[in-house]
C-alpha cells in the first residue's frame, strides 16, 4: 500500500458538478445562473423573513392591538383543596413552595399564589410568595399563618 493507490471511502465524496462563475469556457460563467441584474444576482443577497416579493406583508396587515406588560409577574395558582390533598396524604403541618416542587404541584423557580377554592380542613402554616384575601381567612379561621417570601 502506499500514498498513490489511497482513494476516497465509496460515497463520501460526490461530485458537485459544473462550478458556476469560473470563465466562459467553463459553460457557467457570465452571470453564473444568477440572471441579469437586480438584488438576487449580487452576493450577500438575502430577503428578509416574511417578505412576499412586494406584495404588502401578512404580518403588516393584520390589526395589531393589546399591551404585554414586560414587568408582568405570572403566579402559578394554587387552590386551598390542592393544599388540603398534600395535608392528607403526606400528614404535613407547614407547607412551603419547595415543599410544593417535592409534591409535583408546581415547577422549579416559578412564584406560587395560594387562592381561597376549596375546602380545608387541617391547621396549617403556608409559605407562598401571594395569597388571595378569602385564603389567608380561611387558613387564619383554623388557627394556621401565612408567611409571604
Do not use: C, W
Not at 406588560?69 to 407547614?94: A, C, G, M, Y
Not at 391547621?123 to 385564603?135: G, L, R, T, Y
Request: glycine share 14%.
Amino acid at each position: 500500500m502506499d500514498l498513490s493507490s489511497l482513494t476516497p471511502a465509496k460515497g463520501s465524496n460526490k461530485p458537485d458538478g459544473k462550478r458556476f462563475g469560473r470563465g466562459e469556457g467553463s459553460g457557467k460563467g457570465g452571470t453564473a445562473t444568477r440572471g441579469h441584474k437586480g438584488a438576487k444576482s449580487r452576493s450577500g443577497y438575502s430577503r428578509k423573513l416574511g417578505f412576499q416579493g412586494g406584495q404588502m406583508p401578512l404580518q403588516r396587515t393584520s390589526p395589531k392591538y393589546g399591551f404585554n406588560n414586560i414587568n408582568r409577574k405570572e403566579f402559578k395558582p394554587v387552590n386551598l383543596s390542592r393544599l388540603q390533598e398534600i395535608v392528607d396524604k403526606h400528614i404535613v403541618e407547614t407547607i412551603d413552595v419547595e415543599g410544593l416542587v417535592k409534591y409535583g404541584v408546581v415547577k422549579p423557580n416559578k412564584l406560587v399564589k395560594i387562592l381561597g377554592n376549596g375546602e380545608l380542613k387541617s391547621k396549617i402554616n403556608v409559605k407562598a410568595h401571594a395569597f388571595s384575601e378569602s385564603a389567608t381567612k380561611k387558613i387564619e379561621k383554623l388557627g394556621g399563618t401565612v408567611e409571604k417570601k
